[in-house]
């Protein structure tokens, strides 16, 4: 059973777009939302994280929007570049009650097109 | 990367023999993690480690165990191998002031005939 769901599954940018990547959870015991990036034949990367008592969180081009009422939360990349091509990922983890163990989404394969 | 490797990094085998792949951690973290990727279901988590001979079950851990007897090394074994665990399998490791994974390692190919 998924615990995290997100969309869309796949998504097309002109270059100097704005993506966005959204994902909504049931468990309210979540505490910690990163994102991950994932570039093929590599593994996934740490890109940025949100803790649910802060609506925002911005690091560059990439922000999170967190909607704690709504139990969704999105990634925003800003000015999108050909090299922001990759598969992102949303997780989410109880923390230590689960050993911080990421439960993920399926995955956006995001193209950035010149 | 944390100094994470992941060995073998492409493995063919045969389905019933089993199969090790091992995590090798530079950094003396205490929690070490074992994930699955296929297309379509994203990364799931197979088991967990949170200290020497310290592990738990993630929810795809069918047919698959694991040991931690050095905090530097993280093996994942399949008992029996099965078509169904061809699979990309990704080891990650939580840093100290981190509240999840927070580094991958490469990754390890795995296919079973």
């Known amino acids: 059973q998924q615990q995290v769901k997100q969309s869309p599954q796949s998504l097309i940018v002109q270059k100097g777009g704005i993506s966005i990547i959204n994902c909504a959870y049931e468990n309210t015991a979540f505490d910690y939302f990163p994102w991950y990036q994932q570039f093929p034949g590599k593994g996934p990367a740490l890109l940025i994280a949100i803790r649910p008592d802060v609506s925002e969180k911005k690091e560059g081009r990439f922000t999170i929007s967190f909607n704690k009422s709504a139990k969704q939360f999105s990634l925003h990349i800003m000015d999108s570049q050909p090299g922001d091509s990759a598969t992102y990922f949303c997780?989410?983890?109880?923390?230590?009650?689960?050993?911080?163990?990421?439960?993920f989404g399926k995955g956006t394969s995001l193209l950035v097109t010149p | 990367d944390a100094g994470i490797t992941q060995s073998p990094r492409h493995k063919v085998t045969e389905t019933g023999t089993p199969v090790t792949l091992r995590c090798h951690q530079t950094e003396n973290h205490r929690y070490m993690y074992w994930y699955r990727q296929d297309p379509g279901h994203g990364l799931r988590l197979i088991h967990y480690s949170y200290g020497v001979k310290d592990t738990d079950k993630g929810e795809v851990s069918d047919g698959y165990s694991v040991s931690r007897s050095k905090t530097e090394d993280f093996l994942l074994t399949l008992e029996s191998a099965t078509s169904s665990q061809t699979s990309v399998y990704f080891c990650?490791?939580?840093?100290?002031?981190?509240?999840?994974?927070?580094?991958f390692g490469p990754g390890t190919r795995l296919t079973v005939l």
């Open positions: 990650a490791i939580k840093g100290a002031g981190s509240s999840g994974a927070e580094f």
């Open positions: 997780a989410a983890t109880r923390g230590l009650n689960s050993g911080y163990a990421l439960n």
